[in-house]
């Protein structure tokens, strides 16, 4: 069974920061690239940052030098610390695995910012 639960969100103001968690199945967190993905009202569900199963990262461009993913392979976590908070920012989050073709996704957490 796979499973992916994140938690962490919540409301802050701008220039804030938060941490997002996702605690995986080890059979996703050992095999597959991990994703933080978001998507506000009336928006596509957009990748915010991708962690690798070789540890590269990539961020998109909206949050390059604020977000940084991260995992602690003990506690099969990842990690989303998020610096400089935005209201454009403010979104549902979701934690995304990817095993024997199949997309795994989180139930989301809700992060608001406001100005």
């Known amino acids: 069974q796979v499973q992916l639960v994140e938690s962490g969100g919540g409301s802050v103001q701008a220039g804030g920061s938060l941490r997002l968690s996702c605690v995986a199945s080890?059979?996703?967190?050992?095999?597959?690239?991990m994703d933080w993905y978001r998507q506000a009202p009336g928006k596509q569900r957009e990748l915010v940052a991708r962690?690798?199963?070789?540890?590269?990262?990539n961020y998109a461009d909206s949050v390059k030098g604020r977000f940084t993913i991260s995992k602690d392979n003990a506690k099969a976590t990842v990690y989303l610390q998020m610096n400089s908070l935005k209201p454009e920012d403010t979104a549902v989050y979701y934690c995304?695995?990817?095993?024997?073709?199949?997309?795994?996704w989180g139930q989301g957490t809700q992060v608001t910012v406001s100005s």
């Open positions: 962690l690798t199963v070789h540890g590269s990262t």
């Open positions: 080890r059979n996703i967190f050992s095999s597959s690239n």
């Open positions: 995304h695995g990817r095993i024997s073709f199949s997309d795994y």
